[in-house]
């Protein structure tokens, strides 16, 4: 079974706090989930490995460590997954981004696919899905199965807030996909909205309604 990370860093969780305030603006609410972002993908980040190289400091050649390893992408689930974007590129610049747009059916709660556009190698990286939000989970497991049938195999989902039904349906599904989250919430309520949550994330994040 894939893992569950769940980052219960201080910082994340004081800032999960502000995001979940229903009085927290978009202005406030991107940049949260920015910081966040970066956060939560320093704690991705820190199995990649690494190798020895020789560097020339002002006194002397030493051994020293760089990033060994496959090249990464970072794979945004649209709208939401963007506001996710920048906190993760601000710690690997070099990363690849390609876009999954799905949005979830408001009757059937099925996600539906209207974009789509991947790093041509992105069968040769080590994949990051960012969504804030793993509810039903459709919308996570439709989007990983088009990067596997893709050619992907090195897959990690990183969410803020995950239900349980989301976790276990990821899971159940794709043994092999690692997820990390800032908090694992009580249920779904009857429209599949996550409680407590923090309500529709990419609203807040794009102050539509
Ligand atoms: C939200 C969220 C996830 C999805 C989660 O997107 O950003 O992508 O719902 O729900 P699920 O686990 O039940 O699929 P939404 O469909 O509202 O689209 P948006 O990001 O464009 O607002
Ligand atoms: N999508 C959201 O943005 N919020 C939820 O609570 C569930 C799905």
Excluded: W
């Amino acid at each position: 079974m894939g893992k569950l990370i769940v980052i219960d860093h201080p910082l994340i969780q004081h800032k999960l706090t502000l995001i979940r305030d229903k009085n927290t603006g978009s202005k406030d609410f991107r940049e949260i989930v920015k910081e966040m972002s970066m956060l939560i993908g320093y704690e991705i980040t820190r199995d990649l490995p690494l190798q020895e190289v020789e560097v020339e400091t002002p006194l002397c050649v030493t051994k020293s460590k760089s990033l060994s390893g496959k090249k990464l992408g970072i794979i945004p689930i649209l709208r939401a997954g963007l506001g996710m974007v920048d906190g993760v590129l601000q710690l690997i610049p070099a990363a690849k981004v390609g876009h999954v747009g799905l949005y979830r059916d408001p009757v059937t709660l099925e996600p539906v696919e209207y974009y789509c556009k991947l790093p041509t190698d992105v069968e040769e990286r080590d994949l990051i899905v960012l969504d804030p939000m793993l509810a039903t989970g459709g919308s996570a497991m439709a989007a990983i199965k088009f990067l596997k049938d893709k050619g992907a195999s090195n897959i990690k989902l990183a969410c803020i807030i995950a239900s349980p039904e989301g976790i276990k349906v990821v899971q159940d599904h794709h043994e092999d996909v690692d997820i990390y989250v800032a908090s694992v919430d009580e249920k779904l309520d009857e429209n599949a909205y996550i409680v407590p949550g923090l309500g529709d994330a990419g609203d807040r994040l794009f102050g539509t309604k």
